[in-house]
């Protein structure tokens, strides 16, 4: 057994009592020091990370005479591959000629292994003994080491022998500094769980990988072991889906690898259902001595009382990601000690910095074991939740209120949110925790709270056309107040709920739905909420063409607004009566009703409604022949202040004012609208508004003559249609398309669309234009049957 260490060296370079050979022979101890180990091998499944591999390899290249050399500090969570991209790095390199005649020296200080740590001042002692120092000549303190490490690195570096130094694992020290070498040719590799900005480097973090590269390592690990293995060729998407689960985490992935090498018939299948119950996914990933929650445990443990508690709390919030002032609330300390507490946080990567700032998230396999670290604790977390969800609720509310409500133009206390951009801003960063706040507040039985929630968060998802999160909001607030037995709100939300159901084109539900409020509200005698119940129900009533009922259900809800002195439920009313009598011929009653809405609103001081009127009254005018007068009503409506209209809004508007501009002749001013509009309608996701406008832009081509551009839109159009499920748009169109095909000479495939359109106006219950579209079809037979080209002007 040997307790020395000899060097047997030749051909080298000398400086006083530090010897660095060019051939070194070590014959190490029988218990080396741990932080001696040489370079370790790097992973042949290396995949992803190549931007931050080539930026590593741009800084460790040699330098040029008049620069320096970066050193270069890879940080990152636990598990994203730090190390390993730095293995990948130092290799590379050293197979680089003349970047590192030297060699390397690798150290991994075990920064968060509280039994395995070592300190700056060993690896010192340790880093000095590897370059040849006698054990004898290392001196005892940190300072003395330190200035013979450098002073050895730079004459290596004079010399020609350039050495590269990798410092893995590198934990929140001041001291670190002294491992870091001084001559400005030596490279330094760095990594830490810490972002150690404190030091002068060129900073990389990892986050997670995305879903290819995460696949791509999954069928590399599983390869390299099993090279058959087609697993995830085969399974693809359930291997993206096992990616997501693992949060795109490298060290979940090759975990996961391991266990499906384990047993090569196990489905990537059977392996997603086992990840999927959030409550066991920690317990899944992990194999012998390799668990994500062994890496996470690490970190947790270097943490103080206060960060700990925060990071604890944060597994409390239901959303993707989180404001500073929210978790405050969960906290229970000023908005200002909790930022401290999250900036720590951050640092150790424990939770992520998202745009703008003062938004931050959690990985989701870290927001597991948080939520573990919390339920095995004792804490106590109730009322931080509940002030979070009352915080929530109140800033929801006040934020819907700028944002919706009446333009005011001295407001006799100053507004929480400067403007409405400012309200639209704060909704739209809280939108997901928002619907995930009032789900759990159902789904926990806390009914009062969720009622609460549903109300201004369903107004706002409902204006911006989140309709899919403004259904599940509104479903869970109808179930929350049934168990109250509050049958008030209950009409109130199911009426928001057949509002939204209508445009979804869910026109049979949406029907249902208020005539369930409706019952409620005859029931309590509530004559506010039947007004609004009703009005609502005229709106779905026009959109399945039964115009007398939707008159019939806005008059009764004018009647019951005037009863009340409710003067801008009148008006609301009023408009929408305009909008359906021009369906009966009655374009007269519509355009004063449409006039006494716009006075009303106008009295009030509500613009919004204001600028509404007038677009219908534009379009009612339009409609009467008089296009000069439309126009300047439509600009009107839209020169309101910036903000007023809700997207949805200003995008109706736009296409009825390029319907208009396109009936004044005005074809390239009517495209320019209709394009913003489009833009819009695409954005939301609203396909139907998307379809009409595709159509309207069609006829501004054809009266260009441009057919095949309008042949395009109107095909285009057409598939809008299908999908928004609007089978009289649909008709509409395909008629519309017809006309072009017949000045194209395409007779066969126009009446085909002629005759298709007719039966969906027939099936839609519009009787004189399907009655109308068959005589079209008949005049167009009967002059292709003489063999004339059908002229869709003269038929």
Request: some cysteine.
């Given at each position: ?25 070590l014959?190490?101890?029988d ?51 730090k190390?390993?991209l ?6 590379r ?49 940190i ?151 062994a ?26 990601d ?25 640092r ?75 309200a ?110 009703l ?15 939707a ?29 359906t ?25 509500d ?121 009289h ?23 085909e669309?002629?005759e ?40």
């Open positions: 057994m040997s307790d020395r260490t000899e060097n047997h060296i030749s051909g080298g370079v000398f400086f006083g009592v530090v010897v660095q050979g060019q051939t070194i022979t014959t190490l101890p218990r080396p020091d741990p932080a001696l180990a040489g370079l370790p091998r790097q992973s042949a499944t290396f995949t992803g990370r190549r931007t931050q591999l080539e930026q590593v390899l741009a800084a460790l290249a040699p330098p040029a005479p008049d620069e320096t050399t970066d050193t270069v500090v890879v940080t990152g969570l636990a598990g994203t591959g190390t390993e730095v293995l990948q790095a130092a290799h390199a050293l197979r680089e000629e003349a970047w590192f005649p030297g060699g390397v020296l690798f150290v991994d200080l075990h920064g968060y292994d509280a039994e395995r740590r070592v300190s700056p001042k060993r690896a010192l002692g340790t880093l000095l003994r590897a370059l040849g120092i006698p054990p004898e000549h290392v001196p005892p303190g300072e003395d080491r330190a200035r013979i490490y450098r002073s050895a690195l730079s004459a290596l570096a004079a010399a020609g022998r350039r050495v590269l130094v990798v410092l893995d694992d590198v934990p929140i020290t001041s001291k670190i500094h002294h491992l870091l070498p001084s001559d400005g040719s030596t490279a330094t590799l760095v990594s830490s769980r810490h972002s150690l900005s404190e030091l002068d480097a060129l900073a990389l973090t990892l986050r997670e990988l995305p879903a290819d590269e995460g696949r791509e390592l999954l069928g590399a690990a599983l390869r390299t072991a099993l090279p058959e293995d087609s697993r995830v060729a085969v399974e693809a998407d359930e291997a993206d889906r096992l990616v997501t689960l693992c949060g795109g985490l490298p060290l979940a992935l090759r975990i996961l690898a391991s266990l499906l090498v384990d047993v090569p018939t196990r489905p990537l299948s059977h392996l997603r259902r086992d990840l999927e119950d959030a409550h066991s996914r920690l317990s899944v990933l992990s194999r012998e001595k390799r668990a994500v929650t890496a996470f445990e690490l970190s947790y443990r270097r943490l103080t009382k206060d960060q700990a508690k925060l990071f604890r709390l944060m597994s409390l919030h239901p959303g993707p989180f404001s500073t002032e929210a978790a405050a609330q969960l906290y229970g300390e000023s908005v200002e000690e909790t930022e401290r507490l999250m900036l720590d946080l951050a150790r990567h424990l939770i992520e910095a998202r745009e703008p700032y003062g938004r931050w998230q959690q990985h989701s396999l870290v927001r597991l074991y948080s939520g573990k670290r919390l339920r095995s604790g004792t804490d106590s977390w109730g009322e931080g939740l509940m002030r979070l969800l009352a915080h929530f609720h109140e800033m929801t509310t006040l934020a819907c209120e700028r944002l919706l409500g009446p333009v005011v133009s001295s407001p006799a206390a100053k507004p929480h949110f400067a403007d409405r951009a400012e639209l801003q704060w909704l739209e960063a809280e939108r997901h925790t928002l619907v995930a706040a009032t789900i759990w507040a159902h789904k926990a039985h806390d009914d009062l709270m969720c009622v609460a929630l549903a109300v201004p968060v369903s107004r706002f998802l409902t204006e911006m056309r989140y309709l899919e999160d403004a259904r599940k909001v509104l479903t869970a607030g109808i179930r929350s107040s049934r168990r109250r037995k509050d049958s008030l709100r209950e009409a109130s939300l199911l009426s928001s709920l057949g509002v939204v159901l209508r445009d979804m084109r869910k026109l049979r539900k949406s029907v249902r739905k208020h005539h369930s409020a409706i019952k409620i509200c005859r029931r309590l005698k509530e004559h506010q909420a039947l007004a609004g119940a009005n609502h129900l005229g709106l779905t009533l026009h959109e399945q063409r039964k115009f007398e009922q008159v019939t259900a806005h008059t009764e809800a004018v009647q019951l607004f005037k009863r009340i002195g409710d003067r801008i439920g009148v008006a609301s009313a009023l408009i929408n009566t305009g909008e009598l021009p369906e009966l011929g009655r374009s007269k009653d519509a355009t004063s009703a449409l006039r006494k809405a716009a006075k009303i609103f106008r009295k009030q001081g613009l919004r409604g204001y600028a509404q009127a007038l677009g219908s009254l534009a379009k009612a005018t339009r409609d009467a022949g008089k296009a000069e007068q439309a126009m300047e009503l439509h600009k009107r409506a839209l020169d309101m202040p910036d903000g007023l209209l809700m997207p949805y809004e200003r995008a109706v508007e736009l296409s009825n004012f390029a319907g208009t501009l396109t009936a004044a002749g005005e074809l390239e001013a009517a495209l320019t609208a209709q394009q913003e509009a489009l833009g819009t309608f695409r954005r939301l996701g609203d396909r139907r508004g998307e379809a009409m406008t595709l159509g309207n832009m069609a006829l501004a081509r054809q009266k260009q003559g441009k057919w095949n551009k309008a042949v395009r839109l109107h095909t285009l159009a057409l598939e809008a249609f299908l999908e928004g499920k609007d089978d748009g649909l008709a509409a169109e395909l008629r519309s398309l017809a006309v072009v095909l017949l000045e194209q000479g395409c007779n066969t495939e126009a009446l669309n002629l298709l359109a007719a039966d969906l106006y027939h099936r839609t219950g519009d009787t004189e234009r399907a009655a109308d579209t068959l005589d079209f079809v008949d005049r167009v037979r009967k002059r292709v049957g003489v063999g004339m080209r059908a002229v869709a002007s003269g038929v």
